[in-house]
C-alpha cells in the first residue's frame, strides 16, 4: 500500500500564500498518477489538481491561475502552490495516488484514485 503523508498547511490571511507538499518514504510518486483533493466541512471532497508520470498538469476551474502542481523526483515530493487564498480555500487537503492513467475523464472522481494521505488544514481567514 502506498503510504502518503502530507504537510504544509497552516492558518494564512486571504492572499496570502501556502505550498503543501506530499511525501512517500517507500513508492516512487513520479511512477504514479498524482492528485490533490480538498474537502471543506460539511461538503464533498473535491479535485483540485493532477499530474501525470509524463508531468501534464491539470486544474480545476476553481483553483487555475492560483495553483501550481509539482513533483520534485529527486525529493520523491509532490507539491501544490496556493497563491491568491480566499477564504473559499479553507479545507482540509489530501494527496492521493493511482496507477491507472491521469489522462482518464474520471480523474476529477476520488473513487479514481486508489491510494490517500491522511490530509493538512488549511485555512484562510479574511
Known amino acids: 500500500q502506498v503510504q502518503l503523508v502530507e504537510s504544509g498547511g497552516g492558518s494564512v490571511q486571504a492572499g496570502g500564500s501556502l505550498r503543501l507538499s506530499c511525501v512517500s518514504s517507500k513508492y516512487t510518486l513520479s511512477r504514479y498518477c498524482m492528485g490533490w483533493f480538498r474537502q471543506a466541512a460539511g461538503k464533498q471532497r473535491e479535485w483540485v489538481s493532477s499530474?501525470?508520470?509524463?508531468?501534464?498538469?491539470r486544474y480545476a476551474d476553481s483553483v487555475k491561475g492560483r495553483a501550481t502542481i509539482s513533483q520534485d523526483n529527486a525529493k520523491n515530493t509532490l507539491y501544490l502552490q496556493m497563491t491568491s487564498l480566499k477564504a473559499e480555500d479553507t479545507a482540509m487537503y489530501y494527496c492521493?495516488?493511482?496507477?491507472?492513467?491521469?489522462?482518464?475523464?474520471?480523474?476529477?472522481?476520488?473513487?479514481?484514485?486508489?491510494?490517500w494521505g491522511q490530509g493538512t488544514q488549511v485555512t484562510v481567514s479574511s
Open positions: 492521493a495516488a493511482t496507477l491507472k492513467s491521469c489522462s482518464s475523464w474520471y480523474v476529477w472522481s476520488p473513487g479514481f484514485f486508489d491510494y
Open positions: 499530474i501525470s508520470t509524463d508531468g501534464s498538469t
